[in-house]
């Protein structure tokens, strides 16, 4: 059974979770937009993975005997200057992602949640593994810089990135 303080940032974290699928629907949104279908492929399928997670929380909290509290999901922003800005806010979101995740593993540590903080250890790995796709995408953007036909070849790497269910 999960201790109430413990359930609170779980049902936090579910909350993020949407916020960052959200994000990132709107930023596929925004690349298709702009005709970078690559780039709107891509974080389309990031956007997936981050409800994947959210429901990984919801079903955990459920399994604890937790309640599950959703809560009110911000509107994300629509358009970005540039890829590169909006892959800076990637990154960022990830960072700020990673920096609640291990707050809750700090958290589960205090609580004595031993079943929560190993449920927790996915998404640090997974946190790691988000945050270094970012930072690759980010950097081969600013090595683009201005040059059209490499944003043209990055989209079109970009668009071969497919959703995985299993993660």
């Known amino acids: 059974m999960l201790n109430e303080k413990v359930c609170e940032e779980l049902n936090n ?7 960052s ?15 970078l279908g690559g780039f709107s492929s891509w974080i389309y ?3 997936q993975e981050e409800l994947l997670h959210a429901m990984k929380y919801y079903d955990f909290i459920k399994q604890r005997g ?7 999901i911000k509107a994300p922003p629509k358009d ?19 920096k609640m995740i291990n707050e809750l ?3 589960t540590i205090k609580e004595r949640d031993a079943a929560s903080n190993v449920f927790i250890q996915w998404f640090v790995t997974e946190q790691a593994e988000e945050e270094s796709k970012a930072k690759d995408v980010l950097g081969k953007l600013k090595l683009i ?18 959703f995985a269910s299993s993660k």
């Open 45 to 47: 399928v990031h956007a």
């Open 105 to 107: 593993v700090s958290i």
């Open 21 to 35: 699928s959200y994000l990132y629907l709107s930023m596929s949104a925004f690349f298709k937009f702009i005709n």
């Open 13 to 19: 974290q579910l909350n993020a979770e949407l916020y």
């Open 80 to 98: 970005w200057e540039s890829p590169t800005l909006a892959f800076e806010n990637v990154l960022e979101h990830e960072l700020s992602v990673t």
């Open 145 to 162: 810089g201005n040059a059209q036909g490499g944003l043209f070849m990055l989209d079109r790497e970009l668009s071969l990135r497919k």
């Open 66 to 72: 937790g309640r599950v509290v959703l809560k009110e």
